[in-house]
C-alpha cells in the first residue's frame, strides 16, 4: 500500500516550470560565465550550446517569453522519449476563482494555470493529466520573474496541495516546495528552428512529501528574445526512502513556432 501511494505521489509531483528574469538597469551588459564541461547540457546534442555572450538587459518580460497566444514544437532529444515530437500552447482564458488569466499546455501531460503579479506571472494551480492530478501551490509558485540583474537569484518556499483531478475533495497529500532561481547569463544557442542569443535561467526545484518523498528538478531553459523557449535541459532526481530512486535527464530543441492571428479567449474548466 505504501509503495502504491509513494509512486502515485511521485507521478503527480512531476513539474514543468520555468523562469523568465529581467536586469534592473536597461543599459547593463555582464559577461557570462563559460558552461564548458557541464555534463547536463550534454542532453541537448553536441554544438547546441556555444559561447558564452554579454547578458543584456531586458525590458520587456512578455518579449522575451514570447507570452502569447501561439504554439511552440520541440523534438526530445534524450530520455524515453527520445526522437519524439511534444507540442506547447499558451492561451488567454477566462478569469478564474484564483485569478488565473492564462493557459499553458504542456504535450499531453500538463496544463497550468497563470495569472500576472507586479510585472511577471505565477503559477496557482496545475494539471497532471496522465495522474488525474490537481496541485495548487500557496503561495503561487513564481513563473515568470521581472527585476533580476545577470547573475542574481530569487528564492521561493511555499506548500503544495495534490488532489485528485475526478474528484477534487480527495486530497492525495500535501507536500513542500522550494525553487531557486538564477538569470545565468546569455548564450548563442542553434536548434532545428535557427540560431539565437538566448538568455539561460537556472531554476533548482526541492520538493519534500511526507518526509518520505524526495525531489530534486534542475533545469536549464534558454529563452530568445521575440520567440520564447528555444532549448531546455531538465535533470530530475526522486528518492523514496528504501523503496526506490529514479535519475532522468531530459533535453527540448526547439523545432517551430506558430503564432495565433489573433488572441482568443476560452473559458477554463
Do not use: C
Amino acid at each position: 500500500m505504501l509503495r502504491a501511494l509513494t509512486v502515485r505521489v511521485l507521478a503527480a509531483v512531476t513539474l514543468t516550470a520555468m523562469s523568465v528574469m529581467l536586469p534592473r538597469t536597461p543599459s547593463a551588459q555582464v559577461a557570462s560565465p563559460s558552461l564548458a564541461g557541464d555534463e547536463l547540457l550534454q542532453v541537448l546534442g553536441y554544438g547546441v550550446v556555444g559561447e558564452p555572450e554579454s547578458a543584456p538587459a531586458f525590458q520587456d518580460a512578455g518579449r522575451i517569453a514570447r507570452w502569447e497566444t501561439g504554439e511552440w514544437l520541440y523534438r526530445i532529444t534524450s530520455g524515453d522519449h527520445r526522437g519524439q515530437t511534444e507540442v506547447e500552447s499558451l492561451v488567454v482564458i477566462g478569469v478564474t476563482a484564483r485569478g488565473e488569466t492564462w493557459k499553458r499546455t504542456i504535450g499531453q501531460d500538463s496544463t497550468l494555470f497563470l495569472r500576472e503579479v507586479d510585472g511577471g506571472l505565477v503559477l496557482p494551480s496545475q494539471i497532471t493529466h496522465t495522474h488525474h492530478a490537481l496541485v495548487y501551490f500557496d503561495p503561487p509558485l513564481s513563473y515568470l520573474i521581472a527585476g533580476l540583474a545577470p547573475g542574481e537569484s530569487r528564492a521561493f518556499d511555499g506548500r503544495m496541495d495534490v488532489y485528485s483531478i475526478n474528484n477534487p475533495a480527495i486530497k492525495w497529500y500535501t507536500g513542500r516546495i522550494r525553487a531557486t532561481t538564477l538569470y545565468a547569463g546569455a548564450y548563442r544557442v542553434t536548434t532545428p528552428a535557427g540560431t539565437f542569443r538566448a538568455a539561460l535561467i537556472k531554476t533548482e526545484y526541492r520538493i519534500e512529501i511526507l518526509t518520505v518523498v524526495s525531489v530534486r528538478d534542475t533545469l536549464y531553459t534558454f529563452y530568445a528574445e521575440g520567440v520564447g523557449k528555444v532549448a531546455e535541459a531538465e535533470h530530475r532526481r526522486i528518492a523514496a526512502m528504501g523503496l526506490f530512486n529514479t535519475d532522468t535527464k531530459i533535453g527540448r530543441l526547439l523545432l517551430s513556432y506558430t503564432p495565433a492571428s489573433r488572441p482568443s479567449r476560452i473559458e477554463s474548466p
